[in-house]
C-alpha cells in the first residue's frame, strides 16, 4: 500500500457509505456506486439486498433509492417492498435466480427440474426464460432478468458461436450479477479465461458408447450428428478418439453431421446413411439424438435391416429412446444433476465475498443404458 491509498471500508463501513450516498442524492445506479466505492458491482448489488431486506432502502431498476426516491425510466409512487425480517442465522430475502435455456419442450426439462429442487431446499426463487437458440433473443431474455427482475445471478446455456454470440460472451462475462454457463462452455479475454460453467462430460459418454459397441465385436462404428446441435462437437471428438484407443477401423466409415428428422432432406439423408453402411461393412452406429435414432431404426425395418442383428445403434440424450422398438440403448447425461450442480455453483459464488475467487468449472459423467438395440 502506498502512503496515498486507503484501506477498503469494511461492509457495515461500506453499507454507510452507500446509506448516506442516498439521503445526498435520492437514488443511485449500481454501476455508479460500484465505481464510487471501487467495488463490484456484485458486492454493491449483495449490499443493496441486505439494506432492502432491513427496511433501510429500497430496491428499484438498477439501483437503489431511499422509500420516495425513484429513478429514470421507473414508474413514479412505485410501492416500496415491505421489509422482510432478518432470520436467524443472519439469511437475507430469498435469492432470485433467472435461467436462459434454449428449449422447453426437450433435454432441458429435466434440466431445470435440477435446478428447481436445489433452488427449493435453499429458499430460493426462479424465473424462467425460455430462448430458441438465437443470440440476440437471449441477450434480450438476460437484460429482462437483469434490469427488471433485479435477479442475483443468472444460469444461462447461451448461443456461443457466430459474431452475436461471441458478442453475448462478451456481455455475460461483464455482466452485474454472477454467471454460470449450463451445459456450454466459453472463454473470454486476451488470455482466453474460463467462465464459470457445469457440463456434462459428453465426450466420455461418446467413448462409452463406442466402447460397449466394440466389446460386442463391432469393427466399424459409425456417428451421425446433426448440424444444428451444440453437443455435436463433443459427441463426435469422444467418438473418433475411442475409435483411435480401440483400433476401429476410421477408412469409409460414416461420419456425418446432416439435418434434423424434422427437416424435408432427412429422409433422403437416411437412406444415404444406411447406404454407406452397408457399402463399408458399418455394422454399427452411434446416433444423436433420440429421434433421428428412432427413425433410422424405422428405416431400417422398412429396408429389412435388423436391428441389432445387421445394425446395432447407440442413441445420445435417452429422452424417448426406450419407447422404440426394440429399445434403444443410450448414453444418458445427468441432467437433473447438471441443474442441482449449476445451481449449487451459483450459490457458492453469491455467498463468496472474495472478489478473486478463481472460476469453477464442474464436469458432471453421464450413464450408458443398455438395451435391446445393441444387445
Given at each position: ?239 473418433r478418439q475411442a475409435c483411435q484407443e480401440l483400433g476401429l ?30 457399402a463399408s461393412g458399418t455394422t454399427a452406429l452411434l446416433v ?88
Amino acid at each position: 500500500m502506498t502512503g496515498t491509498e486507503s484501506p477498503a471500508p469494511l461492509p457495515d463501513e461500506r453499507r454507510a457509505q452507500v446509506v448516506e450516498l442516498l439521503r445526498q442524492r435520492g437514488v443511485v445506479r449500481v454501476t455508479d456506486l460500484a465505481e464510487e466505492l471501487d467495488v463490484s458491482a456484485i458486492t454493491i448489488r449483495r449490499d443493496i439486498a441486505l439494506l432492502a431486506s432491513q427496511g433501510v432502502i429500497r430496491r428499484v431498476r438498477g439501483g437503489a433509492a431511499l422509500h420516495g426516491g425513484v429513478l429514470a425510466g421507473e414508474p413514479d409512487g412505485a410501492a416500496a417492498p415491505q421489509p422482510v425480517p432478518e432470520e436467524s442465522g443472519g439469511d437475507l430475502r430469498p435469492l432470485t435466480i433467472g435461467i436462459v435455456v434454449p428449449s422447453l419442450d426437450y433435454y432441458w426439462p429435466d434440466v431445470i427440474r435440477g435446478v428447481r429442487e436445489a433452488a427449493a431446499a435453499a429458499g430460493a426463487r426462479i424465473v424462467l426464460r425460455g430462448g430458441s437458440y438465437q443470440a440476440a433473443d437471449e441477450r434480450r431474455q438476460l437484460s429482462w432478468l437483469v434490469e427488471f427482475v433485479g435477479v442475483d445471478g443468472l444460469l444461462v446455456a447461451p448461443t456461443t458461436t457466430g459474431d452475436d454470440g461471441e458478442e453475448l460472451v462478451r456481455w455475460l462475462r461483464q455482466s452485474p450479477v454472477p454467471v454460470v454457463l449450463v451445459e456450454r462452455a466459453a472463454t473470454v479475454g486476451p488470455y482466453q479465461e474460463a467462465m464459470e460453467s457445469v457440463v456434462s462430460d459428453h465426450v466420455l459418454g461418446a467413448a462409452m458408447a463406442v466402447r460397449h459397441l466394440a466389446a460386442l465385436g463391432h469393427r466399424r462404428v459409425g456417428v451421425i450428428t446433426t448440424v444444428q446441435s451444440p453437443t455435436a462437437p463433443h459427441v463426435r471428438r469422444g467418438w473418433r478418439q475411442a475409435c483411435q484407443e480401440l483400433g476401429l477401423d476410421l477408412d469409409g466409415t460414416p461420419d456425418v453431421t446432416t439435418v434434423d428428422q424434422r427437416d424435408p432432406g432427412w429422409a433422403a439423408a437416411l437412406d444415404g446413411i444406411l447406404d454407406a453402411c452397408l457399402a463399408s461393412g458399418t455394422t454399427a452406429l452411434l446416433v444423436h439424438s433420440d429421434p433421428e435414432a428412432i427413425s433410422l431404426v424405422e428405416r431400417c425395418q422398412e429396408r429389412g435391416i435388423r436391428v441389432p442383428g445387421d445394425l446395432g445403434v447407440v442413441t445420445y440424450d435417452d429422452e424417448v429412446a426406450e419407447l422404440c422398438d426394440p429399445p434403444l440403448s443410450a448414453v444418458r447425461p445427468p441432467k437433473a444433476a447438471i441443474g442441482r450442480a449449476a445451481f449449487s455453483l451459483l450459490s457458492a459464488r453469491l455467498a463468496d465475498q472474495d472478489p478473486h475467487r478463481p472460476a469453477h468449472r464442474m464436469v458432471v459423467e453421464p450413464r450408458l443404458i443398455i438395451r435391446s438395440s445393441s444387445a
